[in-house]
């Protein structure tokens, strides 16, 4: 079975909006809908989990309502994005997921998320534990500290992470049962937690316009491409 988890749950404090992002109405549907339309679309996603504030609950079980087919439920999330994902893994543990099921993991502020990019993390855990999706950085990459540049990194061996991330459900799991078990909070990046277990993961192609809206000039580029 392939699980996706998508999201909302974050408070978008970067971006300067009374709205969280994943909620700002954009043409005929909400941010957070058009990652989730791509999901639901896909043969091989079999169902999906939402996770969002608390005291949105409601409003996306209103606006999701008989328009997407597999959405198992919406649930709130936790105080940072890794909470947020372990308190996914908690509810799908409770709902008889198997181990060796397939756990997508994607953020709504990814709108532009590709079937294609969906479908090589799901033909890539046929061979891996564990994948991310990534690209490769074409600008300089450093270590600044205070301002000071410590230390230029090789660039042939740079890449920027992208989500969907993917697992089986028990290495995803497990990862997450230690991290928090240690007190190791808020890793922005569920890599991080597989690689601290001395495991291995993989990439597969990421998409330049699979970018993340954080910022005011983020959320103004995904507007021109979907109007262009
Ligand atoms: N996220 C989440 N639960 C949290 C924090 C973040 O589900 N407690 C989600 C966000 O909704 C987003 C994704 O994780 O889809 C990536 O996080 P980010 O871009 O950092 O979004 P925010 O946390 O909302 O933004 P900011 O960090 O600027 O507050
Ligand atoms: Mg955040």
Do not use: W
């Amino acid at each position: 079975m392939n699980v996706a988890i998508i999201l909302l749950a974050g408070k978008s404090e970067r971006l300067n909006n009374d709205t969280s992002k994943q909620f700002i109405k954009i043409n005929d549907k909400y941010l957070f809908e058009y990652s989730l339309s791509t999901f639901d679309s896909i043969k091989d996603i079999d169902s999906i989990l939402l996770v969002t504030l608390k005291d949105k609950i409601s409003f996306v079980k209103d606006i999701v309502k008989d328009r997407y087919n597999k959405i198992i439920d919406v649930i709130s999330g936790g105080k940072n994005r890794q909470e947020s994902i372990h308190l996914a893994l908690e509810y799908l543990k409770q709902h008889q997921i198997d181990e060796n099921d397939n756990i997508l993991i994607h953020d709504s502020a990814r709108p532009l998320v590709s079937k294609e990019v969906i479908t090589s993390c799901l033909e890539s855990l046929s061979i891996h534990d564990s994948i991310t999706s990534a690209i490769k950085a074409y600008d300089t990459v450093s270590i600044v500290k205070d301002n000071k540049v410590i230390e230029i990194l090789d660039r042939n061996y740079v890449y920027l992470h992208q989500t969907p991330q993917a697992f089986k459900f028990l290495t995803i799991y497990e990862a997450h049962s230690i991290a928090s078990k240690s007190k190791m909070y808020d890793k922005t990046d569920d890599v991080s937690l597989i690689i601290n277990q001395g495991k291995e993961v993989y990439i597969v192609d990421g998409d330049v316009d699979n970018f993340k809206i954080t910022t005011e000039s983020d959320l103004k580029r995904f507007i021109k491409m979907i109007n262009k």
